[in-house]
T-cell receptor, first 116, second 108 residues
């Protein structure tokens, strides 16, 4: 079974530019999560999809971040315009079971974003 | 106060040593508890879930004390391959809440 994949693995952009990160969850996993780790801090939750619906976006830092999961398969996270403090590693995770049931979240390798 | 706090580390131990990591959490409504392992520049991977009754997986033993809101991980007979960052994680709702991690370095 293929794991969670993320693209690109690294992205270096200038402040004010737009970047789109992609996540492909494990096949059959309805739950998809985005997390972020900025330098020196802990990994923090951004949002949670069940299929194509946003269930919890309480962790999204501001309206410069837009996540989508059209069709309930892969997801994109767009940052527009990017700011210096957006630099960090963006992880995607997926899990199989319905919301409310404890389930293992499997993480992708992350996208390392650097904003100059 | 951070939601999940861990020992600052780093822990530098010789092969064969026993090492213990501690973690406290602030949200008494937390439902599930885990230890994840993260190798340098890699993704977090689930090491083990943590139950109130305590659970063991080979050389690894995890304990949960809900009354004290305290979680521990004990690693016996440390191997070089155990070198990594260990993340204490709690779950409230569907989001995982991570500690900053404790770095373990096992040397020969």
């Amino acid at each position: 079974e293929a794991g969670v994949t993320q693209f690109p693995s690294h992205s270096v952009i200038e402040k004010g530019q737009t970047v789109t990160l992609r996540c492909d969850p494990i096949s059959g996993h309805d739950n998809l999560y985005w997390y972020r780790r900025v330098m020196g801090k802990e990994i923090k939750f951004l949002l949670h999809f069940v299929k194509e619906s946003k269930q919890d976006e309480s962790g999204m830092p501001n309206n410069r971040f837009l996540a989508e999961r059209t069709g309930g398969t892969y997801s994109t996270l767009k940052v527009q315009p990017a700011e210096l403090e957006d630099s960090g590693v963006y992880f995607c995770a997926s899990s199989r079971r319905p919301q409310g049931v404890t389930d293992t979240q499997y993480f992708g390798p992350g996208t390392r974003l650097t904003v100059l | 106060r951070k939601e999940v706090e861990q020992d600052p580390g780093p822990f530098n131990v010789p092969e064969g040593a026993t090492v213990a990591f501690n973690c406290t959490y602030s949200n008494s409504a937390s439902q599930s508890f885990f230890w994840y392992r993260q190798d340098c520049r890699k993704e977090p991977k689930l090491l083990m879930s943590v139950y109130s009754s305590g659970n063991e997986d080979g050389r690894f033993t995890a304990q949960l004390n809900r009354a004290s809101q305290y979680i521990s991980l004990l690693i016996r007979d440390s191997k070089l391959s155990d070198s990594a960052t260990y993340l204490c994680v709690v779950q409230a709702g569907t989001a995982l809440i991570f500690g900053k991690g404790t770095t373990l370095s096992v040397s020969s």
